[in-house]
């Protein structure tokens, strides 16, 4: 006897409900606004999650690597910027690996304080002797500084967990929600020495130590937003590497990996159209053929977009993209191959002075931020340091152009000066609120991270952020965005 229809269409129709939905194909193009490290990790996170069968152009006026750029000093190269890498920065070590690149061999040299008149604190080659010199003239505030650092690098350290199951969040805010609950978040809105003084750190050790680590990462004061210092005061305290041959090559290597189709343009702009009832991106650039444009399923934009450093625009949107407000610090690098002038710095005799790394204090007078005896970027085994009395080549970092009685004050003679003019960081006290990753469904912006910290691992960071949202947005994979208790969620995934 026939079944009845019923009979046969429950069971079918429950094979139909518990069968998954048919996956969303891929994108079919992806548009990258910058080849530095963001757009160059973007690209090959983005290829990780969608395939290679992705289409990826990446725009780049100037040159593969941004920032990572390195100078020529008698047919050497020398990094010029973005010189150390943390070694927990763990995004930055699987680069390496993964391109069969190498670190570059670490050669020791001494640092030392300057106040304009004096060395306030001198490292030596004793490690006991250090740490009797920081007890003596501060306390025990190096060990409270210590332990405020590793408090906030554990937590930091949550967010490789969270990536490598898939997580990803749709704002700075819940990223930093995320890590360290609102007390991260609120390290964004107040200082760095702020923080420290709170958690007994004195005030001179503030103003000696903690404001010469932050001019020569930051250019900046201990005003800096506490979450930025203790990212840089991290890199400070532990062991760092670089590597062998130039850090842009973590760039170039990158994008070669993802073959992405590397395009020498500059994106002037995006406008919104839509196709099939989906938003559809075009892309305004000019390039040596003068302008053009091109459609995109999605694009990651991860130049700057503030006024000061853009004049990138945005077309039929509604509502409107709002403007990014907050300016850049400026920033001079100034790679000068000459022969030191000790006596500036207390030694008349040059054989006699001990430090490869001079660090200033915030003394009105001083027109320098930090200046170091840098070593080239390919580094053999018989390399060894040049000698206070010879000549080297030094980086020195200030917010102006040296002028030639400066340069005369640092140098008793040099060969060659080359100069390099930045906006290298966000001016931090220059706006209260962060910049957003979304802007519209399918667009997003990864530079508003540098507004938190800037490193060369934060932005690693939000790359993988980025290639995560736009992969689970894509899919719907809302499960994935912004979840809460995320640390027990992991561990019961474990």
């Known amino acids: 006897m026939a079944a009845p229809p019923a009979a046969l269409l429950l069971p079918a129709l429950a094979a139909l409900l518990a069968a998954p939905a048919a996956a969303r194909a891929p994108p079919r193009s992806i548009a990258v606004v910058g080849a530095g490290l963001g757009g160059s990790a973007v ?107 590793e408090e ?16 990803a969040f749709s ?80 760039c170039s290597g990158l994008l070669k990996l993802t073959k992405a189709n590397v395009i020498p343009a500059r994106v002037t702009g995006v406008s919104l159209h839509s196709s099939e009832g989906r938003a559809l991106y075009q892309v305004h650039y000019e390039g040596s053929e003068g302008q053009g444009s091109a459609f995109y399923d999605m694009v990651v934009v991860t130049t700057p977009l503030h006024p000061s450093r853009s004049n990138f625009t945005f077309g039929n949107f509604e509502p409107p993209i709002a403007d990014f407000p907050g300016a850049f610090q400026p920033s001079v690098t100034s790679v000068v191959h000459g022969y030191l002038n000790s006596s500036y710095f207390g030694f008349p005799d040059p054989k006699l002075f001990p430090f490869a790394s001079i660090l200033t204090t915030d003394t009105p007078d001083l027109f320098f931020n930090a200046m170091d005896n840098i070593c080239p970027v390919n580094i053999s085994a018989a390399f ?24 005369k004050t640092l140098f008793r003679s040099y060969y060659s000066v080359q100069v390099t003019e930045w906006q290298t960081y966000p001016r931090y006290d220059a706006a209260k609120s962060l910049p957003p990753i979304v802007l519209h469904e399918n667009l997003f912006y990864l530079s508003g991270v540098e507004w938190v910290a800037s490193s060369m691992e934060m932005i690693a960071v939000a790359a993988k952020n980025v290639a995560l949202l736009a992969h689970n947005r894509w899919h719907q994979d809302l499960e994935k965005i912004d979840q809460k208790d995320l640390m027990h969620k992991v561990k019961t995934e474990l």
């Open 384 to 407: 060894r340091r040049k000698q206070p009395q010879e000549a080297a080549v030094w980086r020195v970092l200030s917010q102006q152009p040296l002028d030639k009685q400066q340069l």
């Open 171 to 250: 704002s700075l805010e819940e990223l930093l929600r995320s890590l360290g609950g609102d007390a991260f978040v609120n390290m964004t809105q107040r200082s760095v020495a702020e923080s420290l003084l709170e958690v007994g750190v004195t005030q001179r050790f503030v103003d000696d130590v903690i404001a010469a680590v932050l001019r020569s990462s930051y250019g900046q004061s201990v005003l800096v937003p506490a979450f930025a210092g203790a990212m840089s005061l991290a890199g400070a305290q532990g062991s760092t590497w670089a590597v062998e041959g130039g850090n842009k090559l973590v």
């Open 43 to 149: 690209a090959y996170f983005l290829q990780q999650h969608f395939g290679p069968q992705v289409q990826l152009d990446v725009y780049e006026p100037a040159g593969v690597g941004g920032r990572l750029a390195t100078v020529t000093v008698n047919k050497q190269q020398y990094e010029s910027r973005g010189a150390s890498i943390h070694a927990l920065s763990l995004h930055m070590q699987d680069f390496v690996k993964i391109l069969g690149l190498k670190h570059r061999r670490e050669v020791a040299g001494k640092s030392a304080i300057f106040s304009g008149e004096h060395f306030v604190l001198e490292e030596t080659d004793w490690y006991l002797l250090n740490l009797f010199r920081l007890w003596w003239h501060y306390g025990i505030s190096f060990l409270r500084l210590q332990m405020w650092v």
């Open 152 to 167: 906030v690098m554990e937590k930091f350290m949550r967010i490789y967990k969270y990536q490598a199951h898939g997580y």
